[in-house]
């Protein structure tokens, strides 16, 4: 029985005959099929009895007609008919013609006539050769229909060893089969260029010792085969490297399933192997770009983090790890809503509309953690897009601002106080730029103006006094503060809307975060009630004088213990 098969495997692969239109081997192959079927008792059986006694029935007519004359006219018409029926029918029908045909001989020409009987000597004789002859037809149209059986299985087998040929060569896949002992018994033409050989027939006999491929990798391709066929257990899609005759190194999927016979017995196998060298390098940059992907994320120095559809970690940055972790080293594969984060409702809706396609993010947004803690996060959630520009999940990206937020409410208090401060304070506090244009001025500084904010910010101290003077003296005094970096004091007087005032002014340089000079701060605190007041006491005092020391009488100026500490001159 294997004999039998590995023959017929043989057959296939070294079939040269590769019919250019199929057209051409489907046509006889499907004659020779049908006369195969008729042949094979493929009518019903009441059909070929029934034609059998149809057959003697019209014989009987045409005799009984007179349609042929002689004394041998019972031979030249049953005979015929029985052969036609054994033709048709088989030896069943043939056997069952000669009955109803002997029926018909002893009943209407054998005497006495009209009876199933012969009483001449002669009649019996004749009905024993009519039998004789008629069982030798029989025998001679049944070899007959087998030699045309035979001949129709034959082209039948031939047509589909053609097909079978021409469809294992028209297959982009390299195929081959074996028998027991991994000796190759055919392959088709694809296998046979990559090994090497002029066509598939000289594969036949070969081993993988005798093909291309290293000593190593022959040894594992018939450690596979023996696997496949000692289990009678198929392998499929071993991916494996392969050497073609140019030496060429490819990557292939490999497929070997176990070739039996009818009674299960295993004699070869068949094996199918497909090219992937391609898909095996893309497969190769796409990990190698996953991995560069995973690293670049990893090492991110933002908090971010990658997710399937189903909110399952695919990457994180370590930031998102050591703020979002949860004592994990490792999130990929879980679940974001299993690290149980006190994450307010909203969040879910936010993702669920991120996988729907509409990307989110917020500036400024308050969590308020289940230990009543405050942080403050500036986020952004968008949808990540696969090779098919179908959304595969989202990234989450995240930054904690609380530092940030803690530090703009300082601040704001700060401005707040400062702005108190210098909205009460009498005095004028005002900030110039390098150029001396003011860049604030307190409500003190705009009364000294007498002009509304809008009309000062942006000016120079020449734009602001209609003495030019005034004003060369000021910008003076800004210009040697700027050049100095360091702060002065400089009594300057103005003309105010109240008059002319002295303003005690201290003046100090203005630095920018990288400690350069970008302008002057400055307070001023207008002294023209104390100077006129000192003025004042100065011309008392030198009135006092001036009557101390004219006096007509000697005047003598003590303290407490009669220690004196002036006398004019009538006391000498």
């Given at each position: 029985?294997?004999e039998?098969?590995?023959?017929?495997?043989?057959?296939?692969?070294?079939?040269?005959?590769?019919?250019?239109?199929?057209?051409?081997?489907?046509?006889?192959?499907?004659?020779?099929a049908?006369?195969d079927?008729?042949?094979?008792?493929?009518?019903?059986?009441?059909?070929?009895?029934?034609?059998?006694?149809?057959?003697?029935?019209?014989?009987?007519?045409l005799?009984?007609?007179?349609?042929l004359s002689?004394?041998?006219?019972?031979?030249?018409?049953?005979?015929?008919?029985?052969?036609?029926?054994?033709?048709?029918?088989?030896?069943?029908?043939?056997?069952?013609?000669?009955?109803?045909?002997?029926?018909?001989?002893?009943?209407?020409?054998?005497?006495?006539?009209?009876?199933?009987?012969?009483?001449?000597?002669?009649?019996?004789?004749?009905?024993?050769?009519?039998?004789?002859?008629?069982?030798?037809?029989?025998?001679?149209?049944?070899?007959?229909?087998?030699?045309?059986?035979?001949?129709?299985?034959?082209?039948?087998?031939?047509?589909?060893?053609?097909?079978?040929?021409?469809?294992?060569?028209?297959?982009?896949?390299?195929?081959?089969?074996?028998?027991?002992?991994?000796?190759?018994?055919?392959?088709?033409?694809?296998?046979?260029?990559?090994?090497?050989?002029?066509?598939?027939?000289?594969?036949?006999?070969?081993?993988?010792?005798?093909?291309?491929?290293?000593?190593?990798?022959?040894?594992?391709?018939?450690?596979?085969?023996?696997?496949?066929?000692?289990?009678?257990?198929?392998?499929?899609?071993?991916?494996?490297?392969?050497?073609?005759?140019?030496?060429?190194?490819?990557?292939?999927?490999?497929?070997?399933?176990?070739?039996?016979?009818?009674?299960?017995?295993?004699?070869?196998?068949?094996?199918?192997?497909?090219?992937?060298?391609?898909?095996?390098?893309?497969?190769?940059?796409?990990?190698?770009?996953?991995?560069?992907?995973?690293?670049?994320v990893?090492?991110?120095?933002i908090?971010?983090?990658?997710?399937?559809?189903n909110?399952?970690?695919?990457?994180?940055?370590?930031?998102?790890?050591?703020?979002?972790?949860?004592?994990?080293?490792?999130?990929?594969?879980?679940?974001?809503?299993?690290?149980?984060?006190d994450?307010?409702?909203?969040?879910?809706?936010?993702?669920?509309?991120?996988?729907?396609?509409?990307?989110?993010?917020?500036e400024?947004?308050?969590?308020?953690?289940?230990?009543?803690?405050?942080?403050?996060?500036?986020?952004?959630?968008?949808?990540w897009?696969?090779?098919?520009?179908?959304?595969?999940?989202?990234?989450?990206?995240?930054?904690?601002?609380?530092?940030?937020?803690?530090?703009?409410?300082?601040?704001?208090?700060?401005?707040?106080?400062?702005?108190?401060?210098?909205?009460?304070?009498?005095?004028?506090?005002?900030?110039?730029?390098?150029?001396?244009?003011?860049l604030?001025?307190?409500?003190?500084?705009?009364?000294?103006?007498?002009?509304?904010?809008?009309?000062?910010?942006?000016?120079?101290?020449?734009?602001?006094?209609?003495?030019p003077?005034?004003?060369?003296?000021?910008?003076?005094?800004?210009?040697?503060?700027?050049?100095?970096?360091?702060?002065?004091?400089?009594?300057?007087?103005?003309?105010?809307?109240?008059?002319?005032?002295?303003?005690?002014?201290?003046?100090?340089?203005?630095?920018?975060?990288?400690?350069?000079?970008?302008?002057?701060?400055?307070?001023?605190?207008?002294?023209?009630?104390?100077?006129?007041?000192?003025?004042?006491?100065?011309?008392?005092?030198a009135?006092f004088?001036?009557?101390?020391?004219?006096?007509?009488?000697?005047?003598?100026?003590?303290?407490?213990?009669?220690?004196?500490?002036?006398?004019?001159?009538?006391?000498?």
């Amino acid at each position: 029985m294997n004999e039998k098969h590995q023959g017929d495997i043989r057959d296939k692969g070294g079939a040269k005959e590769h019919p250019q239109n199929v057209e051409a081997v489907r046509r006889p192959m499907l004659v020779a099929a049908r006369l195969d079927f008729w042949l094979a008792n493929g009518t019903p059986t009441w059909f070929r009895y029934g034609a059998a006694i149809l057959a003697v029935t019209v014989a009987l007519v045409l005799d009984r007609a007179d349609f042929l004359s002689g004394s041998f006219r019972i031979y030249l018409v049953f005979y015929p008919f029985i052969i036609l029926a054994t033709l048709f029918g088989g030896v069943g029908p043939g056997l069952l013609a000669i009955t109803l045909s002997c029926f018909a001989v002893a009943f209407f020409w054998a005497e006495p006539v009209g009876q199933f009987a012969m009483a001449a000597r002669a009649d019996r004789i004749s009905m024993a050769l009519f039998i004789i002859g008629n069982l030798f037809f029989i025998w001679v149209c049944e070899l007959l229909r087998r030699a045309i059986r035979q001949a129709a299985q034959a082209e039948v087998q031939h047509q589909s060893r053609n097909m079978l040929a021409q469809i294992l060569n028209s297959v982009p896949q390299s195929v081959f089969w074996k028998d027991r002992h991994s000796v190759y018994l055919g392959c088709n033409e694809v296998f046979a260029r990559a090994v090497g050989l002029a066509g598939p027939e000289a594969i036949i006999g070969k081993t993988d010792f005798d093909l291309p491929w290293p000593r190593q990798e022959a040894e594992a391709y018939t450690a596979d085969d023996r696997d496949v066929m000692e289990n009678n257990r198929p392998k499929r899609h071993i991916i494996e490297p392969l050497q073609q005759a140019d030496g060429n190194r490819l990557w292939i999927d490999t497929t070997k399933v176990p070739l039996t016979d009818c009674e299960g017995l295993v004699f070869g196998l068949l094996g199918v192997y497909e090219d992937i060298t391609e898909r095996k390098r893309v497969e190769e940059a796409l990990q190698e770009s996953q991995e560069q992907l995973r690293l670049l994320v990893a090492q991110a120095p933002i908090t971010v983090a990658m997710f399937d559809r189903n909110m399952n970690y695919l990457a994180t940055s370590r930031r998102w790890i050591a703020e979002y972790g949860r004592g994990h080293d490792d999130l990929t594969g879980l679940n974001h809503y299993d690290i149980k984060y006190d994450m307010p409702d909203y969040w879910r809706e936010v993702h669920r509309k991120a996988l729907a396609g509409e990307a989110q993010d917020c500036e400024e947004d308050r969590w308020v953690k289940a230990d009543g803690t405050v942080s403050w996060l500036r986020w952004a959630v968008h949808p990540w897009r696969d090779a098919h520009q179908q959304i595969g999940g989202i990234i989450i990206s995240a930054e904690d601002i609380t530092k940030r937020k803690e530090a703009e409410e300082a601040l704001m208090q700060s401005e707040a106080f400062l702005r108190a401060v210098c909205g009460t304070t009498p005095d004028p506090i005002f900030a110039k730029d390098r150029e001396s244009r003011l860049l604030m001025a307190n409500p003190a500084t705009l009364r000294a103006f007498g002009k509304p904010v809008e009309e000062v910010i942006g000016k120079r101290d020449d734009e602001l006094y209609a003495d030019p003077e005034t004003a060369r003296t000021v910008l003076e005094n800004d210009r040697r503060v700027i050049e100095s970096g360091i702060a002065e004091v400089f009594e300057e007087t103005v003309e105010t809307p109240y008059g002319r005032r002295v303003f005690l002014s201290t003046k100090a340089p203005y630095f920018d975060a990288d400690g350069r000079v970008i302008g002057t701060i400055g307070v001023a605190r207008d002294i023209t009630k104390r100077m006129q007041a000192e003025e004042t006491l100065r011309k008392t005092e030198a009135r006092f004088r001036a009557t101390f020391d004219n006096a007509g009488v000697g005047i003598l100026e003590g303290e407490k213990e009669d220690r004196i500490i002036a006398a004019n001159d009538r006391v000498c």
